[in-house]
C-alpha cells in the first residue's frame, strides 16, 4: 500500500466520478483547513487525476476504481463528504508531518 508523509504532500486531489459538485464542496473546504500548508487542492475526474499529484481521496465506492488511474500515489477513501473522519486524519498528518497510508 502506498504512502507519503504529510508534510511531503504539495499537491491533493479529490477524485470523483461523473458529477464534481460535491468534491468541489470538499476541496473548498480542504483549502481553508489547509491554507498554511502550502497543499494546492484540486478535484478531478478519477480517469485524469493529475500526475503530479500526492495523495489522492476518494468516495469509498470508488475506491478501487481510483486506485487504478492512480498509480502508486496513495488513495484514501471517505463515507461522507462532510465531517469524515478519514479526511480529519489526512488534515492532521499534513500539520503534524506523519505518515498517510492509502
Sequence with gaps: MP???GSQVR???IACD???G???LMANQLKKRLK???VVIEHSPLDAI???ADLVLTHSKLVDRTRTHAG???VVAFTAFV???AVDDVVAAIHGGTTIDG
Design 36 to 38: 498554511d500548508n502550502g
Design 72 to 74: 502508486d500515489r496513495p
Design 11 to 13: 499537491k491533493l486531489v
Design 3 to 5: 504512502s507519503v508523509e
Design 83 to 85: 465531517g469524515d473522519p
Design 22 to 24: 460535491s468534491s468541489v
Design 18 to 20: 461523473a458529477g464534481m
Design 50 to 52: 493529475p500526475a503530479d
